[in-house]
């Protein structure tokens, strides 16, 4: 398909950010969006290399309620948009075995808790007794919420895609957007790889890319890309069927179940930021003895496959949502590692945004492009 020469609408970035906001600005009726994504297929970017976990536990008021707005929408998912997305509420299980954490998830629960998420705090005993196929000797506590859980990101992404096309909405791969039109002031298109198109709004939804975008706006974005990288096992018999998605927090650990076997990975602390999205052979030995001292049955298990992908990260690992100083220039961005469960929401936040002029659903001005220069920042504690 060629590219059109203008557009109500063009979103940069088709992974789940870009797609849910497609769809839900055409749902509200607006006519000519384009979608536009740099790789050949959607959703292959950062969404794609993602571990596919969704939960309500976290540490600030934003994101609980994020998470109670999203998660609900990804339950309806599948009978609303006939797509399968093999949403499993395994729980969350955040281990925990420093005592500099207690008191600090402690605040959490009890913050969950006023927002109405039955999060549970569980002791060292009672995590040891649900989990006897782990080594959790060093565990003090421990916290749960059963309807945390993992999610299919491809299936949540063509979902979107699917149903923003029947509305309309051009969704185009392999073009890759290489500068954005200013006049006066204003946003007035992009450029791409495969021509220009003028546009009186420009969302960008790029992610770990995102702060490239700005740079072509002439608007400073601070997202910057940091490489994670994970692998999937082969068939674990022995493994529980109810085994949940389980966080080892100090070493920033985690596994869940992932067809027959596991997926885990380990989040590298001296990690630079950066592009690169190869395999780190050497951290993938670190992990691989730190989870097999977790839970010794990873002995046995063979590697089916290993990817890396890219968190994009903002100082306060908070996403930015909404306007920019460019009339016209919007973003949706900067969910540092926890952005999937998180976009199903945020689409209908921009089309709220974009539309309205406010946020209807829920409010999330606070979370600002120009929180960073107004010193506005809101730290988020639970980041793996």
Same mark, same amino acid.
């Given at each position: 398909?060629?590219?059109?020469?203008?557009?109500?609408?063009?979103?940069?970035?088709?992974?789940?950010?870009?797609?849910?906001?497609?769809?839900?600005?055409?749902?509200?009726?607006?006519?000519?969006?384009?979608?536009?994504?740099?790789?050949e297929f959607f959703g292959q970017g950062a969404t794609g290399r993602c571990a596919g976990g969704?939960?309500?536990? /976290? #540490?600030?008021?934003?994101?609980?309620?994020?998470?109670?707005?999203?998660?609900?929408?990804?339950?309806?998912?599948? &009978?609303?948009?006939?797509?399968? !997305?093999?949403?499993?509420?395994?729980?969350?299980?955040?281990?925990l075995t420093r005592e500099k954490d207690l008191e600090m998830f402690r605040q959490n629960v009890?913050?969950?808790?006023?927002?109405?998420?039955?999060?549970?705090?569980?002791?060292?005993? &009672?995590?040891?007794?649900? @989990?006897?196929?782990?080594?959790?000797?060093?565990?003090?506590?421990?916290?749960?919420?059963?309807?945390?859980?993992?999610?299919?990101?491809?299936?949540?992404?063509?979902?979107?895609?699917?149903?923003?096309?029947?509305?309309?909405?051009?969704? @185009?791969?392999?073009?890759?957007?290489?500068?954005?039109?200013?006049?006066?002031?204003?946003? #007035?298109?992009?450029?791409?790889?495969?021509?220009?198109? #003028?546009?009186?709004?420009?969302?960008?939804?790029?992610?770990?890319?995102?702060?490239?975008?700005?740079?072509?706006?002439?608007?400073? !974005?601070? !997202?910057?890309?940091?490489?994670?990288?994970?692998?999937?096992?082969?068939?674990?018999?022995?493994?529980?069927?109810?085994?949940? /998605?389980?966080?080892?927090?100090?070493?920033?650990?985690?596994?869940?179940?992932?067809?027959?076997?596991?997926?885990?990975?380990?989040?590298?602390?001296? &990690?630079?930021?950066?592009?690169?999205?190869?395999?780190?052979?050497?951290? &993938?030995?670190?992990?691989?003895?730190?989870?097999?001292?977790?839970?010794?049955?990873?002995?046995?298990?063979?590697?089916?496959?290993?990817?890396?992908?890219?968190?994009?990260?903002?100082?306060?690992?908070?996403?930015?949502?909404?306007?920019?100083?460019?009339?016209?220039?919007?973003?949706? #961005?900067?969910?540092?590692?926890?952005?999937?469960?998180?976009?199903?929401?945020?689409?209908?936040l921009m089309a709220e945004i974009i539309l309205d002029g406010e946020y209807k659903t829920m409010?999330?001005?606070?979370?600002?492009?120009?929180?960073?220069?107004?010193?506005?920042? !809101?730290?988020?504690?639970?980041?793996?």
């Amino acid at each position: 398909m060629s590219i059109p020469s203008t557009a109500n609408v063009i979103i940069i970035g088709g992974g789940v950010m870009g797609a849910s906001t497609a769809y839900h600005l055409a749902e509200r009726g607006v006519k000519d969006v384009l979608l536009l994504e740099k790789e050949e297929f959607f959703g292959q970017g950062a969404t794609g290399r993602c571990a596919g976990g969704v939960r309500y536990q /976290f #540490a600030t008021d934003v994101n609980i309620r994020l998470s109670l707005e999203s998660l609900p929408m990804l339950e309806r998912f599948e &009978e609303e948009f006939d797509q399968a !997305i093999d949403y499993h509420q395994v729980g969350y299980l955040f281990l925990l075995t420093r005592e500099k954490d207690l008191e600090m998830f402690r605040q959490n629960v009890a913050l969950q808790h006023r927002l109405g998420v039955e999060t549970e705090w569980l002791t060292g005993d &009672e995590v040891r007794e649900r @989990l006897p196929l782990m080594n959790l000797d060093d565990v003090i506590a421990a916290t749960n919420n059963a309807k945390d859980g993992v999610v299919d990101p491809n299936g949540v992404v063509m979902g979107y895609i699917g149903a923003a096309q029947r509305l309309g909405v051009t969704a @185009l791969g392999n073009v890759e957007v290489t500068d954005i039109r200013v006049e006066g002031g204003k946003v #007035a298109g992009v450029v791409t790889s495969k021509g220009e198109v #003028a546009a009186p709004t420009v969302v960008n939804a790029a992610g770990p890319w995102a702060g490239q975008i700005g740079q072509m706006a002439g608007v400073p !974005i601070p !997202i910057r890309p940091l490489r994670r990288q994970w692998l999937t096992t082969t068939p674990l018999p022995d493994l529980p069927p109810d085994f949940p /998605f389980v966080i080892d927090f100090a070493q920033s650990l985690y596994f869940h179940p992932e067809g027959e076997g596991l997926l885990t990975g380990m989040s590298n602390p001296g &990690e630079e930021y950066g592009f690169g999205q190869n395999i780190d052979p050497d951290w &993938e030995i670190t992990h691989m003895e730190a989870a097999i001292k977790r839970l010794p049955m990873l002995q046995q298990a063979g590697l089916a496959s290993h990817l890396a992908g890219l968190y994009e990260v903002t100082p306060d690992a908070h996403p930015i949502y909404g306007p920019t100083p460019l009339d016209g220039f919007h973003v949706v #961005a900067g969910f540092s590692g926890h952005g999937f469960m998180h976009g199903p929401v945020s689409g209908k936040l921009m089309a709220e945004i974009i539309l309205d002029g406010e946020y209807k659903t829920m409010d999330v001005s606070m979370l600002d492009l120009a929180r960073f220069d107004e010193d506005r920042l !809101i730290h988020e504690y639970n980041v793996v």
